[in-house]
């Protein structure tokens, strides 16, 4: 599929500080939800930063639509809605003219187009009520009313779940899968909560230390050697035959052994070993599973502190 958004070899260093990015490049192709994932100080904002035109990169470039936001912004955002960082309010207005104002200052405002956005949203009842009387999941709302109004075609959402309760998460993982299959939008954003983002993307970029470790599609996940949840005790004793057996442990209870072996092998040799085996099943490989093997095979290229270097609050 075409590319909605193309990021090419993106290099940045704030000051004296470690490299926040190492020559970063990924895509995200019209009509996807695209996860970029990390921990804190592996870069995810200071991308998010470069790609609204906030951050300006020491090399790469970023392209919208094929449109280079380095050479030009205004037209390559256009089509662009956003919710980076903690979205700000005017308190002591309501809804409807924080709306109405922030809007204004880029797009103009369309009061009937801010009315089906609103509804949308589910504010219709609370739209005119002071923000300072919004709990976090409608200013969470109200942030993503601003960032729809501009009718964007590319949706960038910097940790839009944080702090919301369980039912919130859902809401807005439904009607964010509800965007792209029934308008098309294009979405990247990032997040840690790894269950939601298994839920909500189709491929998902990796970075660690500034540095893509991978790339790929969420469906991909399970195509390496296959997991297994076990109970075993000792555990000690019992990784060490499973060691012998081409085998490792990914976490206590999760094992991980090679597609060629056969799980009936494996639990004889415990057995035999004295190794008393409680259960032993086949285990789906989740994103945390993956995410966290990742990390485990791929060292920090430099130590340092675990701020992406901009002075902004690490992601």
């Known amino acids: 599929m075409a590319a909605m958004l193309e990021i090419d070899d993106l290099r940045k260093t704030f000051g004296r500080a470690k490299p926040a990015l190492r020559g ?37 470039d970023v392209r919208i639509n ?61 739209i005119r009520s002071k923000v300072r009387t919004y709990s976090h999941g409608m200013r969470q709302r109200l942030a993503l009313a601003q960032a729809l109004l501009p009718e964007p075609s590319l949706l960038l959402l910097d940790e839009p779940t944080d702090g919301l309760d369980p039912e919130g998460i859902r ?3 439904d009607f964010i899968l509800r965007l792209r299959d029934e308008r098309g939008i294009t979405v990247l954003f990032n997040s840690h909560l790894l269950s939601e983002v298994e839920l909500m993307c189709d491929r998902v970029t990796i970075l660690r230390e500034g540095a893509k470790v991978f790339g790929g599609a969420v469906d991909a996940l399970n195509d390496g050697d ?57 285990a789906r490989r989740s994103l945390e599973d993956f995410y966290m093997d990742l990390l485990s095979r791929h060292a920090p290229p430099i130590a340092g502190n675990d701020a992406d270097g901009d002075g902004t609050s690490p992601r």
């Open 226 to 282: 296959p997991l297994y949840d076990a109970a075993l005790d000792p555990w000690d004793r019992a990784i060490e035959v499973i060691r012998r057996l081409g085998g490792d442990a990914i976490v206590p209870g999760r094992l991980q052994l090679p597609s060629s072996t056969d799980p009936a092998t494996v639990i004889d040799r415990l057995v035999h070993s004295g190794i008393r085996v409680n259960s032993f099943a086949p």
């Open 171 to 173: 809401w807005f993982r």
């Open 24 to 60: 970063v490049s990924f895509e995200v192709a019209k009509g996807e939800i695209h996860g970029l994932l990390g921990h804190n100080g592996a870069g995810k904002s200071t991308t998010l930063g470069i790609i609204l035109g906030m951050v300006m990169p020491d090399h790469g």
């Open 66 to 126: 094929g449109v280079s936001v380095l050479t030009d912004r205004s037209r390559a955002l256009h089509g662009v809605g956003a919710i980076f960082e903690s979205p700000a309010f005017y308190d002591y207005l309501s809804g409807w003219d924080n709306l109405r104002i922030l809007t204004g200052y880029s797009n103009g405002f369309d009061q009937a187009a801010a009315l089906e956005v609103v509804d949308r949203v589910g504010l219709g009842t609370r």
